[in-house]
């Protein structure tokens, strides 16, 4: 169940860090510092909704960006962000593992209180049932972090805490 949740997590991070890195002819806004819940829902794909929570400052929604470029540009040949009269949308072309996997977003809401990602993505490869997916990703501000919580931190289902300036350490566990 661990090795699970840390897959749909680091599947979910890069899906959330090709939305909002790499070279692009926008700037997603910086999300209001505090404590975010973060509701992700698959459809198309075996796996259940999982709600998170995730703490960050301004300092590090920036660092996200800045550290995770460099994946990025390594992993996707196409990282583009647009913005448009209700949010953004981007469309990327990445590769891990081996794989090939296309992504079309929408992303609409003001950063401040609550924000939507809606992505389609398409992989050529990986587990049946997951070529095609649909996924949503619905976040919403609760207030500040809670006492115990630092910038970067998310909390997953059952308690699994991660922080995610340790993402670096996680790149590894990415299929080759």
């Known amino acids: 169940m661990t090795r699970w949740i840390l897959s749909f997590c680091l599947g979910t991070s890069l899906l959330m860090v090709v939305a909002t890195s790499g070279a692009r002819a926008a700037e997603l806004p910086i999300r209001k510092a505090g404590l975010w819940e973060i509701k992700v829902v698959r459809t198309g794909s075996p796996m259940p909704e999982m709600t998170m929570q995730h703490c960050t400052d301004e300092t590090t929604d920036k660092q996200m960006s800045t550290a995770f470029s460099p994946l990025s540009k390594e992993i996707c040949s196409k990282n583009d962000i647009e913005q448009t009269a209700t949010g953004y949308v981007t469309d990327s072309v990445c590769s891990v593992g081996g794989a090939s996997m296309t992504s079309h977003s929408d992303i609409t809401g003001d950063f401040n209180s609550a924000y939507t990602v809606k992505t389609t993505s398409h992989s050529d490869r990986g ?25 970067g931190d998310i909390v997953m289902p059952g308690g699994f805490k991660l922080n995610i300036k340790d993402a670096e350490k996680l790149k590894g566990l990415l299929p080759k």
């Open 127 to 151: 587990p049946a049932g997951l070529h095609d997916v649909t996924m949503a990703i619905e976040a919403k501000w609760l207030g500040a972090c809670k006492p115990d919580q630092k910038p």
